[in-house]
């Protein structure tokens, strides 16, 4: 098992791409410790994955919340080996002039703020272990979006903050990575196909701008975090991992 008696913290873990990293680090021998701001989702992710993981319901823009859902990790599963900072909104879909400040600062909280109080919070614990630091990311921060300049700025921000976090904590023998999908199907894509002028047209959007396959499922995402936190990305850091199907390499038709 790639992943065996790691114990790691994963936000946003009980939707999306997030409940797929949590089935995925699991079926790998991980500990996981899901926090959200949702309690419907973790309370349906512990039926399916039992006692033997934490759940933390709280708002990960709250510097608070998020310092109790780390200690509580740390306290229930003996430690911390790594930080998944995976929860993050993608609303509003319009260009930057439409966006209201209440949407600017909801979209930075939510997509950058928390990493910062996820990485204060965790850093000592991660420090005695080696540990990873891993971020979901998207591939509209390298290439950009049309129509969705706040989300697509966060996300150029994260890939950035990816990359000097991984600098200034490779003495310490922390990596830190980040995952960069295209489209793929989740609950939040879903809001955002709605918000679309056309949103009929979006399910073949999606599928055509992925050479590779169609728009898939967050289990492909999934399967690129358990490498990039498991000991065979060990001299892995500082990298914003594509997984995206080509996207960004051209499109289908």
């Known amino acids: 098992m ?3 008696d790691q114990r790691i913290f994963l936000t946003g873990g009980s939707t999306g791409i997030g409940l797929h990293c949590a089935r995925a680090y699991i079926a790998e ?3 996981v410790a899901l926090f959200a701001n949702d309690p ?13 993981h934490v759940y933390v319901e709280g708002d990960l823009v709250n510097e608070e919340a998020v310092r109790a859902a780390i200690a509580a990790a740390v306290r229930d599963l003996g430690g911390l080996d790594a930080i998944h900072n995976n929860a993050g909104i993608a609303s509003p879909s319009k260009p930057l002039h439409e966006t209201s400040d209440d949407e600017w600062d909801q979209l930075l909280n939510v997509n950058l703020r928390a990493v910062l109080y996820t990485v204060r919070h965790g850093l000592e614990h991660l420090r005695k272990a080696r540990g990873t630091i891993l971020s979901t990311s998207s591939m509209v921060g390298i290439i950009g979006q049309s129509n969705h300049a706040a989300y ?3 996300k150029g921000g994260l890939n950035a903050l990816t990359k000097s976090m991984a600098i200034d904590y490779a003495p310490f023998g922390i990596r830190v990575n980040a995952v960069c999908p295209a489209g793929v199907w989740t609950p939040m894509l879903r809001r955002w196909a709605a918000e679309q002028p056309e949103p009929e047209s979006i399910a073949r959007y ?3 701008i992925h050479p590779l396959a169609d ?4 289990d492909v995402v999934a399967d690129a975090c358990v ?3 498991s000991p065979r990305a060990r001299f892995i850091t500082g990298h914003l991992m594509h997984v995206s ?5 051209g499109y289908r038709r």
């Open 245 to 249: 199907g080509g996207a960004e390499i």
């Open 215 to 218: 728009c898939p499922e967050g």
């Open 152 to 154: 697509t700025a966060t």
């Open 29 to 31: 021998g991980a500990r």
């Open 227 to 229: 490498f990039l936190l």
């Open 40 to 52: 419907d989702g973790l309370a349906g992710a512990r039926r399916e994955f039992g006692d033997a």
């Open 206 to 208: 999606l599928n055509d």
């Open 2 to 4: 790639l992943l065996q």
